[in-house]
């Protein structure tokens, strides 16, 4: 009987270290060509499922419209406002990670396919076309 309930423990413990870390909240995006704070993106899962919307924009340059909307964006998305915009959607956890969703660059309007991993207090996320290895990896920070 005791064997078996450490065998249980022991399971438990390798299981839960291989499960994607919680991923809700709201995050401050990075820029990864300037390193300046660009927005904060509030993420949810529901049913499973992870998706994020915009809900604040930061560092604003005078020139730039303090309420932009998405001109370059195909579809339902087209002129409409970043801010309260979705722009990730369809990550599911996937051992460590969330994968197999979609993100959005509000900047250009394009469409990346996405998987996100939570490291602490920052979540690796990154957006790339067909495999992995084309892409870029933004790091965000929880707030």
Request: charged share 25%; net charge positive.
């Amino acid at each position: 009987m005791k064997k078996i309930l450490l065998g249980m423990i022991a399971f438990g413990l390798l299981s839960t270290g291989l499960m994607a870390e919680d991923i809700s909240g709201t995050w401050m995006t990075i820029d990864d060509e300037t390193g300046q704070a660009r927005s904060h993106v509030n993420i949810w899962v529901h049913n499973g499922v992870a998706y994020g919307k915009v809900t604040k924009l930061l560092n604003r340059k005078p020139n730039e419209d303090p309420d932009p909307v998405c001109t370059e964006c195909k579809g339902e998305n087209n002129g409409k406002k970043v801010v309260g915009m979705t722009i990730l959607w369809n990550l599911k956890e996937d051992g460590d990670e969330w994968k197999g969703g979609t993100i959005l660059d509000p900047k250009n309007g394009k469409t990346y396919k996405c998987k996100i991993k939570r490291e602490g207090n920052s979540l690796k996320v990154r957006g790339f076309i067909g495999f992995s290895l084309l892409g870029r990896t933004q790091v965000w920070k929880k707030l």
